[in-house]
């Protein structure tokens, strides 16, 4: 009997999910044997062309990791979507966006303009020159993938079947999904969340809480917290009342706050406004001014409250028609 065909692919991200997979230490051999594996570029020889010429819904489960940065990126989601009977948003760049989906604060010009004209470090002769997507050479034409003006989720350019958050998702938590799939039994219904729990991160965080009322805000290195308090409650901004819960509250238990990147609980639609929402109940002030002054103690509310979720929340941008 054959084996059931695996892909792996890597778009605009770290590179942190490709090191999660192999986070499943000697399970990664069970996946081996159980599995055909059909495409993973950053581990093996495959090219674009081998997947081309499959045939469609040739591909068991594919497994794709990464925003939708640029066409590259775009072109492989719809051709591994053509290919694959199942295909998952792995990791927080396609569940949500995350990291490179902050770029959308701001522009592709912009963008551009700081990379190679206005940053410290480039050295610019003539003016600074912006990479072209066509460049004719001696041997023929070069082509390079085009850099989008908005960072997507995998879901907003192609249709996902399933969701595996976290960044990266965590070994377990993948060899749970895995586990699963291998055991025979009936896929969850489509559109699911795979190796995640349904409740928040401040439901497995050890830490007492207390829920008391914060006049002063403070930045991971400006204080030494208590092991054992709630985080919020020293004034430290944990988003574990606005995540969901699946990690085992690692970062916490390590005397680190929760940064959100297992994405919102369900049922909340964003991530962000649940933080503050959240936020809004331990303030200690009635007054408008004071409470102002307090918030403003939170650096960069954006980038905290939104590091994961930017490309997924309502502040998302409004594509052009």
């Given at each position: 009997m054959a084996k059931p065909k695996l892909a792996l692919y890597w778009a605009s991200s770290c590179g942190g999910c490709e090191i999660a997979v192999l986070d499943i230490q000697e399970k990664i051999l069970d996946v081996a044997n159980a599995f055909d594996i059909v495409f993973?570029?950053?581990?093996?020889?495959?090219?674009y062309d081998d997947v081309r010429k499959m045939e469609d819904k040739s591909i068991d489960l594919c497994l794709f990791n990464g925003a939708i940065r640029n066409s590259e990126n775009a072109e492989l989601a719809h051709l591994l979507r053509a290919k694959s009977k199942a295909l998952v948003a792995f990791?927080?760049?396609a569940h949500e966006g995350c990291i490179p989906a902050l770029a959308n604060l701001t522009t592709k010009d912009a963008i551009l303009k700081w990379v190679y004209k206005d940053s410290p470090s480039t050295v610019s002769l003539n003016g600074g020159v912006y990479p072209q997507t066509h460049t004719k050479m001696p041997e023929g034409e070069i082509e390079i993938p085009e850099m989008w003006g908005?960072?997507?989720?995998?879901?907003?350019?192609?249709?996902?079947?399933?969701?595996?958050?976290?960044?990266?998702?965590q070994?377990?938590?993948?060899?749970?999904?895995?586990?699963?799939?291998?055991?025979?039994?009936?896929l969850p219904p489509k559109g699911s969340v795979l190796g995640a729990d349904d409740k928040t991160c401040c439901d497995e965080c050890p830490r007492e809480r207390k829920e008391k009322k914060i006049k002063k805000f403070f930045r991971p290195y400006e204080i030494l917290p208590d092991p054992n308090e709630c985080l919020l409650d020293q004034g430290i901004i944990c988003m574990g009342p606005a995540t969901r819960s699946g990690c085992g509250a690692l970062c916490t238990k390590?005397?680190?706050?929760?940064?959100?990147?297992?994405?919102?609980?369900p049922n909340v639609v964003d991530q962000g406004a649940k933080m503050v929402s959240a936020l809004s109940s331990v303030v200690d002030s009635q007054d408008p001014n004071e409470i102002d002054e307090?918030?403003?103690?939170?650096?960069?509310?954006?980038?905290t409250f939104y590091r994961f979720s930017m490309a997924h929340s309502i502040l998302k941008r409004v594509d052009k028609i």
């Amino acid at each position: 009997m054959a084996k059931p065909k695996l892909a792996l692919y890597w778009a605009s991200s770290c590179g942190g999910c490709e090191i999660a997979v192999l986070d499943i230490q000697e399970k990664i051999l069970d996946v081996a044997n159980a599995f055909d594996i059909v495409f993973w570029p950053v581990a093996m020889d495959f090219k674009y062309d081998d997947v081309r010429k499959m045939e469609d819904k040739s591909i068991d489960l594919c497994l794709f990791n990464g925003a939708i940065r640029n066409s590259e990126n775009a072109e492989l989601a719809h051709l591994l979507r053509a290919k694959s009977k199942a295909l998952v948003a792995f990791g927080s760049c396609a569940h949500e966006g995350c990291i490179p989906a902050l770029a959308n604060l701001t522009t592709k010009d912009a963008i551009l303009k700081w990379v190679y004209k206005d940053s410290p470090s480039t050295v610019s002769l003539n003016g600074g020159v912006y990479p072209q997507t066509h460049t004719k050479m001696p041997e023929g034409e070069i082509e390079i993938p085009e850099m989008w003006g908005t960072v997507k989720s995998l879901d907003q350019v192609i249709d996902v079947d399933y969701y595996v958050p976290g960044c990266p998702p965590q070994p377990f938590q993948i060899w749970n999904v895995i586990e699963y799939i291998l055991s025979g039994k009936p896929l969850p219904p489509k559109g699911s969340v795979l190796g995640a729990d349904d409740k928040t991160c401040c439901d497995e965080c050890p830490r007492e809480r207390k829920e008391k009322k914060i006049k002063k805000f403070f930045r991971p290195y400006e204080i030494l917290p208590d092991p054992n308090e709630c985080l919020l409650d020293q004034g430290i901004i944990c988003m574990g009342p606005a995540t969901r819960s699946g990690c085992g509250a690692l970062c916490t238990k390590a005397n680190m706050p929760c940064r959100g990147c297992y994405g919102a609980p369900p049922n909340v639609v964003d991530q962000g406004a649940k933080m503050v929402s959240a936020l809004s109940s331990v303030v200690d002030s009635q007054d408008p001014n004071e409470i102002d002054e307090i918030l403003n103690q939170i650096a960069d509310p954006l980038g905290t409250f939104y590091r994961f979720s930017m490309a997924h929340s309502i502040l998302k941008r409004v594509d052009k028609i």
